[in-house]
């Protein structure tokens, strides 16, 4: 299947880490927006335990499936 076809997202993970010790971070947020807006790709930073954004970034997937 071609890019055009698929659903892409990168998802920056374990942001709770980087809010505790920012030295953490391998990838600023806005690089890896930009880089994906670039791409034609979706993007979201998430953390399983904090619950931020998991289900976001599934419901994001599952919304681009559905548009192409």
């Known amino acids: 299947a071609s890019q055009?076809?698929?659903a892409?997202?990168?998802?920056?993970n374990q942001i709770?880490?980087?809010?505790?010790?920012k030295e953490l971070r391998e990838v600023?947020?806005?690089e890896g927006k930009e880089f994906?807006?670039?791409?034609?790709?979706?993007f979201l930073e998430t953390s399983a335990v904090t619950n931020t954004?998991?289900?976001d970034a599934f419901q994001m997937l599952i919304e681009k499936i559905y548009e192409i």
């Open 4 to 6: 055009e076809n698929a």
């Open 36 to 42: 994906a807006d670039q791409q034609g790709i979706l």
């Open 28 to 30: 600023d947020m806005l």
């Open 8 to 12: 892409i997202i990168i998802v920056g």
């Open 53 to 55: 954004n998991v289900v």
């Open 16 to 21: 709770d880490r980087c809010q505790e010790d």
